[in-house]
């Protein structure tokens, strides 16, 4: 079994560029099922699950040609299936995300239902709910959603929960709906613009993403597109606290400081110096890594997928820092293997009590999620001696070239069969 071994390092230091967002291709890809016609996206970052969600594409009719490292050609001009079965929704959750454009698509959609993930239950009541205000028919049968309807017809759908994947489910089904669909209490993360943008620029009529309210007008049909994916801002935050853990000084280069506000001011708050440009940011230690308090909320709050980077981070600071985990239920597994390297943390339903040390010890843990992984890979990085890293498949679901990456700033690290 194929494992990383990280050695305790010196500080990081040099450039390191980010890849396109993982959580914005995603749902790009799904809602390239929209038009019978090519579309061309540039900035794919090479991830497992971008591979998961183009087998499943590929299942359902996509001839798919990549083009160069970063680019690929995507086109569906028949739906020779529409049903996205168990074994992919359950490797890759986002899967989910072809319902709304089947729907859009052909009337029609079969889909797993995606059942229990490391982090939680994470139920899809939402996206359902919105489907059925907009004349959609839901039927549970064997483990499996079937979805169809005569017409999709425009209306209000308020969200109880700004959910990320249900405002894309529904902003891509309503967009050929008959008539206008308004989405209130809609997430407006900067995957959720960059999908609007995507489906705009295929001749779609998408208003206010980004805000509380998202208004669609139906139109008749889309048209093919060439588009860019944003910076992964997740990604670029890990090498962020990357820097700040080791006493070093990045260049972090593709990041659209805007989208990593609530991660630059929590940075600034446990003592680092960070300086943004226009597409990038430098992160430089000071030396001292202060406590601090952090609860995680939907966008523009503080993202939960990197609560486990910095909870690493504040296992390391001087004083007591409280975690606040408000978006998914189980969502602190990484602070059983972060105890295993010699952290004091305490968990309270939601809450973690983080009591700062000096120092971690390398051991041989396991990466129980994405985000949860990295955070074992910069441990890795401070911690004494030797930490080995199992279970990586989960890293591999999001970080292109992680290892390579951070050996070039530095760092000791390579991987192990
Ligand atoms: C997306 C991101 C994920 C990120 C998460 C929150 C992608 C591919 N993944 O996941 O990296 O951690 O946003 O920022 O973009 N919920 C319901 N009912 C629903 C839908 C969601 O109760 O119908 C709950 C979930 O269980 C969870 C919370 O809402 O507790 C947030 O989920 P959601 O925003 O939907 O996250 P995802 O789209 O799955």
Redesign the pocket.
């Known amino acids: 079994m194929e494992t990383i071994i990280v050695k305790k390092s010196g500080a990081l230091n040099g450039h390191l560029k980010v890849n396109g967002s993982?959580?914005s291709i995603?749902?790009i890809l799904a809602a390239s099922l929209l038009t019978r016609e090519k579309c061309t996206l540039h900035e794919i970052p090479d991830l497992e699950d971008v591979h998961v969600m183009c087998d499943l594409l590929s299942n359902l009719g996509a001839k798919i040609n990549k083009t160069n490292n970063n680019s690929l050609e995507i086109q569906v001009e028949n739906i020779i299936n529409y049903e996205a079965p168990y074994d992919l929704i359950s490797k890759l959750?986002?899967s989910f995300l072809v319902m709304g454009p089947l729907l859009s698509r052909i009337n029609k959609a079969k889909v797993s239902m995606p059942g229990g993930c490391a982090i939680?239950?994470?139920?899809?009541?939402?996206?359902?709910k919105g489907f059925k205000n907009l004349n959609v028919d839901i039927n549970f049968n064997r483990g499996y959603i079937q979805a169809q309807t005569e017409d999709i017809i425009g209306n209000n759908v308020y969200l109880d929960?700004?959910?990320?994947?249900?405002t894309?489910n529904l902003m891509m089904v309503a967009c050929t709906a008959k008539g206008k669909t308004i989405i209130e209490n809609c997430?407006e993360?900067p995957?959720i613009i960059d999908l609007a943008n995507f489906i705009n620029s295929m001749g779609g009529k998408i208003e206010g993403a980004g805000t509380k309210t998202i208004t669609i007008v139906g139109v008749d049909e889309l048209h093919g597109t060439e588009y860019t994916v944003i910076p992964d801002r997740i990604e670029a935050g890990t090498y962020m606290v990357a820097a700040v853990l080791t006493g070093g000084e990045l260049y972090i280069d593709n990041v659209i400081p805007a989208h990593v506000q609530p991660v630059i001011a929590k940075l600034r708050e446990v003592g680092a110096e960070v300086v943004e440009s226009r597409n990038s940011v430098m992160v430089r230690s000071k030396g001292m890594i202060n406590s601090t308090d952090i609860k995680t909320l939907?966008?523009p709050g503080f993202?939960?997928?990197m609560q486990a980077q910095f909870m690493l981070l504040l296992s390391l600071a001087n004083g007591t820092s409280v975690i606040n985990e408000t978006?998914?239920?189980n969502r602190f597994m990484h602070a059983n293997e972060l105890l295993r390297m010699g952290a004091n943390i305490k968990i309270e339903g939601n809450t973690a009590i983080v009591n700062g040390l000096n120092s971690l010890t390398g051991t041989k843990v396991k990466a129980t999620d994405l985000r949860a992984g990295a955070a074992l890979i910069l441990a890795g990085l401070v911690a004494d001696g030797e930490t080995e890293i199992s279970e990586i498949h989960h890293i591999k679901r999001g970080y292109a070239d992680i290892v390579e990456k951070l050996q070039a700033v530095g760092a000791n690290i390579a991987y192990s069969m």
């Open positions: 993982k959580n995603l749902p959750r986002a939680g239950t994470r139920p899809i009541d939402l996206h359902l929960f700004p959910s990320v994947g249900a894309e997430a993360e995957e939907p966008y993202p939960t997928d978006i998914f239920e």
